[in-house]
């Protein structure tokens, strides 16, 4: 396993970090912390047959917090000597009401996750740059392979290599290495001068091999594809009320969207989400339980800890229908007075941390995945989402369906395009009645957007039916 | 204030170092800046956020092989490795005809100042004085407003220095001060919440609206939504308000983006010369707008500016282009490099705005009997290659010429070729909040989805 992040590697002892801490735990701040980051990052594109584009990138820098009350200061800085330090130390603690009154810090504790969740023996980042290019190269000869029609193919590869160290002002200190990769495929097809696109890929915090392992990047290369080609021969999509049939895996986008954010414990705490209050209440029909966990191994939204120092953990947001738990960073924990999740995220150093989700899912029920298409007259069979969004305020969602189909007498019959499905959170799932034993995790190719940050995320679900939604298409309804 | 750097002096040592390492061109792009925000919650202060950055970005060229990198560690030894790395990774990539530098002659000469930078500090009392007053505001305006997502006031100042090796040095700064509300209302008889939001932003401070009127303005916006319910799947006119039209321009201004294009994935391909809209629609992209959001006096590889005529009278008249796009489809570069330091040049849009016309908004309006008013739009449902649009979007029913109730949880749907050439309105309402701006518009018909 790699070395855990060290401070030394910021060119920072401990006793100049103890004394920027002290600078910052001032009487009035509940707490304190630096976040120590350097991330290395690397693309490599190909489009038109060639790999024309490198691109790499190199920063570092230190965000330094202080919370009292409600409040937060953060300062960052991207030079990391002494003097910057407490620059931003400064800056951060002047939210105390009086910033004097420096407190004696406790000893530190210096200490390192106690699980390795992506022990990657050597990181993408250090995988020669011929290699991914060659990669690159056999999805595009692949992809072009599958049908005479695929007229462009664009693949990307994006790696990033982040060490992180955390010092607390309640004295702890420790770091993590989290490598993270995606190689992610585009195709368009042609004809007849109708043209459709098709997008596929997948990663997570793996290593190189793993895109070779079971010829993932053939089946990217396949899949992207066979979307590009499947959409020419696409009817526009229905509009208005109908059953609708969830696949397995990528669209648990649902679940991020219209449950999981409304249950980020700063909404619940500023009472801003549809689902203030309604904990202990019913807000999923019975055969729904969802989670958000952090520790699966591997995962694009797992981490070892998350980006105060706290472990990661499988947290029942919803228990066979009850509204069970919310996701939660220190500052929301404590005020609400509520467990600590390990939720605490952050885009990089520049960015404050947010309570967000990890790898967030339903749990496989009981239903067989035909019946539940078979249980269907008329509707709708949606396989692939592009992207989501919510209002967490009032609670209604979109997203989009990149792949879906008909469902006509129990069948699954044409493709349709352009199918947009609009509900609300705390409604949704109350109208789900079967549940799939297919559980199913996404490829590994998610971001989430909050306050401006993206961190990576998972999604899982199994097939799932949802007994009415209101899908925005052209097409008759 | 941080003590400058000499950016002339380092930006041509490592021109010098990648000429040395054998490039046969390279171009160099620094940015440095601070900002400082402040979000205010219910009166008190929720966040202080102060920072500096400083990026440094190199592109070389190996005849016709090329690659990008980044630090924003300034020491001589990280620098060199950027210089080092940067070569390497050109070494990996294949030869691409169609790469290089603009050509030298086509350089900015002129750099003319366009306004855009306001050297006003504001100390952290005032920006929190700023914010709170305009979340009071919005939150005093109304009994329904309950509770708020808080108010945000920020400012920033910053410097942008490209160089490359045809000897071209530019640089120019801009300043920018921003300021929004949130506010949240609750329905008393449902208990419902609703969220909406207004802002203003400029690049000098003494043009900036109000505290007070950006907090009335957001308070307007939510309380209106208040009540909304659905309607039922059908037909109508939508008359899209200048936030909601703003986005659809967004979304030509991807399709008419030379990287789009030359991929095969935009829905204008091919459509140069021809009808895209009606006779009323005349869409500019203006890099030399004194004081505009995004004006810049160079465009991403030094190339000068300009106002370039996208949509003239409903024809479309021109693509935005880099040097590269350019020569992937054979034209010329029209200053739309836009470029993240250690970024390879994309297309972005300067100010990207519909030339207003003579309909007022109530007018416009008054001419639906029965359709929808679009205030917000959510999601992602626009597809570039074929111009599928369907996205959810919530706002106020109209009914015979009058706004009615408000509506959510329904999608609008249709296709951006279509939607263009149905615009039956265009609004005399233009105002820049952004780069891109658009007067309130009326589409003809589209397909609502709802019960």
């Known amino acids: 396993m790699e070395q855990a992040a060290e401070l030394d590697q910021f060119g920072l002892t401990e006793p100049e970090v103890?004394?920027?801490?002290?600078?910052?735990?001032?009487?009035?701040?509940?707490?304190?912390?630096?976040?120590?980051?350097?991330?290395?990052?690397?693309?490599?594109?190909?489009?038109?047959?060639?790999?024309?584009?490198?691109?790499k990138s190199v920063s570092q820098g230190v965000g330094v917090r202080a919370t009292a009350g409600e409040k937060t200061g953060f300062a960052y800085s991207d030079e990391l000597t002494r003097r910057d330090l407490e620059i931003a130390a400064d800056a951060a603690r002047y939210i105390a009401q009086s910033p004097q009154g420096a407190e004696p810090l406790p000893v530190t504790h210096r200490a390192r996750p106690q699980r390795d969740l992506y022990p990657v023996e050597t990181s993408i980042a250090e995988v020669a740059t011929k290699d991914r290019v060659e990669l690159l190269n056999l999805i595009d000869a692949e992809a072009r392979r599958y049908d005479p029609r695929i007229k462009n193919v664009m693949a990307s590869f994006n790696t990033e290599y982040k060490r992180v160290v955390v010092a607390t002002s309640e004295g702890l200190m420790i770091g993590d290495v989290q490598p993270l990769s995606r190689l992610q495929v585009t195709c368009i097809a042609e004809e007849n001068g109708n043209r459709q696109s098709g997008t596929f890929g997948g990663g997570g915090r793996i290593g190189?091999?793993?895109?070779?392992?079971?010829?993932?990047?053939?089946?990217?290369?396949?899949?992207?594809?066979?979307?590009?080609?499947?959409?020419?021969?696409?009817?526009?999509?229905?509009?208005?009320?109908?059953?609708?049939?969830?696949?397995?895996?990528?669209?648990?986008?649902?679940?991020?969207?219209?449950?999981?954010?409304?249950?980020?414990?700063?909404?619940?705490?500023?009472?801003?989400?549809?689902?203030?209050?309604?904990?202990?209440?019913?807000?999923?029909?019975?055969?729904?339980?969802?989670?958000?966990?952090?520790?699966l191994p591997f995962r694009r939204g797992s981490l070892n800890m998350d980006d105060e120092g706290t472990p990661t953990s499988r947290t029942v947001l919803i228990e066979r229908g009850i509204l069970r738990g919310f996701i939660t960073d220190r500052l929301n924990a404590r005020l609400l007075g509520i467990p600590l999740t390990g939720n605490g995220r952050r885009e990089s150093f520049q960015s404050i941390v947010l309570p967000r989700m990890t790898n967030t899912f339903m749990l496989a029920?009981?239903?067989?995945?035909?019946?539940?298409?078979?249980?269907?007259?008329?509707?709708?069979?949606?396989?692939?989402?592009g992207g989501g969004q919510v209002d967490i305020t009032n609670g209604k969602f979109v997203f989009s369906a990149s792949e879906a189909y008909l469902i006509e007498n129990g069948a699954v019959t044409r493709p349709v395009k352009g199918a947009t499905l609009i509900g609300n959170g705390p409604e949704i799932l109350t109208k789900v009645s079967m549940v799939g034993h297919d559980l199913t995790l996404d490829e590994g190719i998610g971001t989430c957007g909050k306050e401006g940050q993206s961190v990576p995320v998972g999604v899982g679900l199994p097939t799932i039916r949802v007994d009415e939604i209101t899908v925005g298409g052209t097409g008759r309804p | 204030m941080r003590q400058e750097l000499d950016l002339k002096e380092l930006t041509g040592d490592m021109l010098a170092k990648a000429t040395q390492h054998g490039a046969s061109g390279a171009d160099v792009m620094v940015a440095d800046g601070d900002t400082f925000s402040v979000q205010v919650r219910l009166g008190a202060v929720d966040r202080l956020t102060k920072a500096r950055e400083k990026r440094v970005g190199l592109r070389v060229f190996f005849g016709k092989r090329s690659a990008s990198a980044s630090t924003s560690d300034f020491s001589r030894e990280s620098l060199d490795r950027l210089v080092s790395d940067t070569c390497a990774l050109a070494a990996a990539v294949a030869e691409d005809e169609m790469s290089g530098l603009p050509a030298g002659d086509l350089m900015a000469h002129e750099l003319p100042d366009l306004d855009l930078y306001d050297p006003t500090v504001l100390d952290t009392a005032a920006q929190i004085e700023l914010a709170r007053r305009a979340e009071a505001s919005a939150m005093a305006a109304d009994a329904r407003i309950t509770n708020s997502e808080g108010s945000d006031f920020n400012s920033s100042a910053g410097r942008v220095v490209l160089a490359n090796t045809h000897g071209f040095l530019g640089e120019h700064r801009s300043s920018s001060f921003a300021m929004s509300v949130s506010p949240i209302a609750t329905d008393p008889d449902s208990g419902g919440m609703q969220r909406d939001s207004w802002y203003a932003v400029q690049r000098k401070f003494a043009r900036l609206d109000s505290p007070e009127s950006v907090g009335l303005e957001a308070a307007r916006r939510t309380v209106r939504r208040l009540g909304a319910r659905k309607v039922t799947t059908r037909r109508a006119p939508v008359i899209f308000d200048q936030e909601t039209a703003g986005s659809l321009l967004a979304n030509l201004c991807s399709a008419v983006s030379g990287y789009a294009l030359y991929k095969g994935a935009s829905f204008l391909i091919g459509q140069l010369g021809n009808r895209l809209a009606p006779e009323t629609v005349t869409i500019y992209d203006n890099g030399r707008l004194p004081g505009g959001l995004g004006s810049r006096p160079f465009d991403g590889e030094g190339l000068p500016t300009r106002r370039t005529t996208v949509v003239e009278r409903g024809i479309l008249a021109s693509y935005l282009l880099d040097t590269y796009s350019g020569r992937k489809l054979g034209l010329a570069s029209t200053g739309n490099a836009s470029r993240g330091v250690g970024e390879s040049p994309s297309v972005g849009p300067t100010n990207f705005y519909m030339v207003p016309g003579t309909a007022d908004p109530s007018e416009i309006i008054r001419s639906v009997r029965e359709g929808l008013y679009v205030t917000e739009l959510i999601g992602f449902g626009v597809n570039m290659v074929t111009g599928d649009y369907s996205r959810g979007a919530a706002g106020i029913w109209i009914k015979n010429g009058e706004l009615a109730y408000p509506v959510e949880e329904i999608t609008i749907a249709g296709n951006l070729t279509r939607m263009f050439a149905d615009i039956e309105l265009v609004g005399n309402d233009l105002e820049f909040r952004g780069r891109i701006a658009c007067p309130t518009i009326k589409i003809g018909e589209m397909t609502i989805a709802g019960n």
């Open chain 1, 365 to 385: 029920g009981e239903s067989d995945p035909q019946d539940i298409i078979r249980s269907v007259t008329r509707g709708l069979y949606a396989v692939s989402f």
């Open chain 1, 18 to 55: 103890r004394h920027a801490l002290g600078k910052v735990k001032v009487r009035d701040v509940d707490y304190a912390d630096l976040y120590f980051e350097s991330c290395v990052s690397e693309s490599v594109s190909m489009e038109e047959g060639l790999v024309k584009r490198a691109v």
């Open chain 1, 208 to 295: 190189f091999a793993f895109y070779r392992e079971l010829d993932r990047y053939i089946r990217y290369a396949r899949e992207a594809a066979r979307q590009a080609i499947l959409n020419l021969g696409a009817v526009d999509a229905p509009a208005g009320v109908m059953p609708v049939v969830l696949a397995g895996g990528w669209p648990g986008i649902l679940l991020h969207e219209a449950i999981g954010h409304g249950l980020e414990a700063d909404f619940i705490r500023r009472k801003t989400s549809a689902f203030t209050n309604l904990l202990g209440a019913r807000v999923a029909s019975e055969v729904c339980t969802i989670a958000d966990d952090g520790t």
